[in-house]
């Protein structure tokens, strides 16, 4: 859409329907529709000038006060009718393949069904229409609310404090990493320890984490069971060292066997290990991180807690923390005085309060995502512990259900179960002609939104697919049941073209991708409009 206006970008090929396709129109119908998919133009492609969905009174005459320099053109506002742009956003919306659509096998990302539940208490008006700048005393419950979360997260944690406000993932390992940082700085080593170690098949917000608070990073490389080289890990640690980095389960679906001796090993060099808890949906209610050593760990609330994420929609990476981090953690704090609930938000107002900390300052305006703190708590005291127990177990059997029902036909990256992901490279695409690009197109001609691809980067060729606890067993079925289709297709050597003809339904074929990338067009020209035209000058 952002492409350009040159609506034949992507569509060559494909004729058809019977209707004689016109000469912008290789969908091979008069409109460019395909079936009820409407081609959809820019809305600035439909506005006319001077339509308005609605009657206005005409301005009352006001004296310059701007010294001349009024505009004198128009605004360059689309002009439509009220049903012209309700059925715009509506099309446009049915582009968006959703998870509440079908199967949304994104590895990596955890993408979850939301339970309506959340959503219905997040919009209580008592919840939904709070100001964060109103008087402590008027928003006791709220404070209450985000306190049980983070007595929910401890607990499942089972470590000692957590620090709230982060925004998401990425910002959680900031806030971890600050706490660090601080916590050596108070030691007087922060000058020394300059390295941090992360594992080749990390997430890119951990290396890049921890350049940005200037740390230098080291990669420690995967051995062939996909999990950390312990050897390696050992032989890079050092009075050099910070922290640790590390996923677990990892980036490859694998669970850290060796964590604990890699807790020790890092604790034993005065350094600090930073669990990434981006997959805590795969061992919630069955395994603490605090009793694998962990000083600190985020937890992304919109990937294990089901809160929305992506397209831009607030995420929440609360930090659980260690005794000794503790003190760091940012403003502000919540703290309960009696039978009220404070709010301290700097120094002097701690002090007052009498708790003991030096936080290392204040990461985010206000207190955090009120409304992912919401839907995370209705979905942890729906699911309740046993609940969450199971979401971890479930989203695992999925996962292997997977793994087994592909496994004999697509390439496991690594032997032996896995845990919520199950990880393919392309080494049985060697020899086809497909890559794994072309095959994760070719799933969207059959109604399925691609895996994560070429992630991990330790893997050739990756895909990798969490298929969560929230799908249902005939869902899985029919997913392998076309994943096997294509692999047989793929497999007869003769379908390459095919395979690189792909996506052949969807609205749009292959789009020039790197040059989306290098130079993406995110303003609209009217390269064609009647240069008399004032709205769609005004718009240049
Ligand atoms: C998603 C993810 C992150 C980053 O979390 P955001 O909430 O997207 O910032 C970090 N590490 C891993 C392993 C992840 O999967």
Redesign the pocket.
């Known amino acids: 859409m952002v492409q350009s206006l040159d609506r034949s970008q992507g569509r060559e090929g494909g004729s058809a329907g019977g209707v004689a396709a016109g000469p912008t129109d290789t969908h091979g119908t008069f409109t460019g529709n395909r079936a009820l998919q409407i081609e959809e133009p820019l809305i600035f492609e439909m506005g006319q000038p001077g339509r308005c969905g609605v009657d206005l009174p005409e301005p009352p005459k006001v004296k310059d006060r701007f010294n001349g320099l009024r505009r004198s053109g128009e605004v360059g506002l689309p002009g439509l009718s009220e049903p012209q742009v309700v059925q715009h956003y509506t099309r446009l919306s049915q582009k968006n393949y959703a998870i509440d659509m079908g199967v949304y096998p994104l590895g ?2 955890t993408m979850k069904h939301n339970p309506r539940i959340n959503e219905k208490v997040a919009r209580l008006p008592g919840i939904g229409d709070l100001h964060p700048l109103q008087p402590v005393s008027t928003v006791q419950g709220a404070l209450e609310l985000i306190d049980r979360l983070a007595h929910w997260l401890k607990t499942l944690t089972g470590m000692p404090a957590v620090a709230m406000s982060p925004a ?4 959680g390992e900031m806030c971890g990493m600050m706490a660090i940082a601080a916590a050596l700085e108070a030691k007087g080593e922060r000058a020394q320890r300059r390295i941090v170690l992360a594992p080749e098949s990390a ?1 890119g ?2 290396p890049a984490t921890a350049a940005a608070l200037g740390f230098t990073v080291k990669p420690i490389p995967a051995n062939d069971r996909g999990r950390v080289d312990l050897a390696a890990l050992k032989a890079a640690l050092g009075p050099d060292v910070a922290a640790i980095m590390l ?1 677990n389960p990892n ?1 490859c679906g694998l669970f850290e066997s060796e964590i604990v001796e890699i807790s020790k090993a890092v604790h034993a060099v005065g350094a600090y290990f930073y669990c ?1 808890g ?2 805590f949906n795969a061992i919630v209610g069955r395994v603490r991180p605090g009793d694998l050593g962990v000083d600190c760990m985020h937890i ?1 609330l ?2 294990t807690f089901s809160t929305p994420h992506g397209g831009g929609g607030p ?1 929440a ?1 609360p930090v659980v923390l260690s005794a000794a981090l503790a003190p760091y953690a940012p403003y502000p704090w919540i703290v309960k005085q009696g039978d009220k609930w404070t709010v301290a938000e700097d120094g002097g107002a701690l002090k007052s309060l009498g708790v003991e900390g030096t936080p290392l300052g204040r990461l985010k305006a206000f207190h955090g995502q009120m409304g992912m703190f919401t839907r995370a708590l209705a979905y942890i005291m729906s699911h309740g512990a046993d609940g969450l127990k199971q979401v971890a177990e479930d989203a695992v059997l999925s996962a292997n259900y997977v793994m087994a029902a592909l496994g004999d036909t697509m390439s496991p990256a690594f032997e032996g179960p896995c845990m919520h992901e199950a990880l393919f490279d392309d080494r049985f695409l060697k020899g086809t002609g497909v890559s794994t690009l072309d095959f994760a197109k070719a799933m969207i001609d059959e109604g399925y939104h691609p895996m994560t691809m070429y992630f991990p980067l330790v893997v050739h060729g990756a895909m990798l697919i969490e298929p969560t606890e929230s799908v249902a067993k005939e869902d899985l079925d029919q997913f392998i049941g076309a994943l096997r289709s294509l692999t047989a297709r793929a497999k007869t050597g003769t379908a390459a073209e095919a395979f690189k003809a792909a996506p052949l339904y969807s609205p749009r074929r292959r789009l020039d991708e790197t040059l989306a990338a290098r130079k993406p067009i995110l303003r609209w020209k009217p390269s064609n409009n009647p240069p008399d035209d004032p709205m769609k000058q005004a718009a240049e």
């Not at 998401?168 to 910002?171: E, L, S, V, Y």
């Open positions: 990596s990302c998401a993932g990425a910002h997430h917000t951990n996923t980036t990434d981006a997959n992304n919109h990937k995420g990476g």
